[in-house]
């Protein structure tokens, strides 16, 4: 789908689950998602995910290394949180196993997935969420060209009330001229 000089963005397989289920265990990955990683999370992802990319032609795809075929986690477009200030705009977003951090991987493949965004898919905005407290994904996002914007938080819909990650803040990056 999408190669850089070191990766690959592509479709999932079947095959990526059990690597993809690995790197959702690990406390350090789930620290601001708020979710369990358990095994059947994982397969549910995968499994919206390639529901999503036959629907819409883009998901948050599988994150490979070309040198040697490393599942390093994910990267990729979504279209934004229903009933939300950015339900109308398309969203980057990337989880990457922790043995993978700090490598210059997670902003190569974001921005080549911005690129292919603005480019192919045409989009005028693209944004990116996290939580207050995210500071590594907060900083890519700043990396990449994303400025914040408050008008666009929002407390996520599929955490509990009085959840800690409930409340999101959000990015966003319009299309260059």
């Known amino acids: ?10 479709a999932w397989r079947d ?10 265990s690990d406390p350090e990955v789930l620290r601001y998602l708020g979710i369990r990683g358990t095994a059947e999370e ?6 919206r995910q390639q529901a999503m990319q036959a629907e819409l032609g883009h998901c948050l795809w599988a994150l490979e290394r070309k040198e ?18 950015i339900e109308n705009d398309m969203e980057i977003g990337w989880r990457l196993g922790s043995g993978y951090w700090r490598r210059g991987y997670a902003r190569e493949a974001a921005s080549a997935c911005l690129d292919w965004s603005f480019g192919t898919a045409g989009v005028p905005r693209v944004v990116a969420i ?22 666009l938080d ?6 509990p009330e009085g959840h800690p990650l409930k409340p999101h803040i959000s990015y966003a990056k319009a299309r260059p001229r």
């Open 154 to 159: 929002f407390l996520h819909p599929i955490l």
């Open 1 to 10: 789908m999408i190669e850089t000089e070191r990766l690959r963005v592509r």
């Open 15 to 24: 095959e990526d689950i059990a690597p993809f289920s690995i790197l959702n």
């Open 68 to 85: 040697d075929g490393a599942l390093l986690g994910f990267c990729g477009v979504r279209p934004g949180v229903p009933g939300t200030p």
């Open 130 to 151: 996290t939580v207050e407290g995210n500071m590594r994904s907060r900083g890519l996002m700043e990396r990449l060209g994303l400025v914040r914007h408050p008008e």
């Open 42 to 47: 994982s397969r549910a992802f995968v499994a």
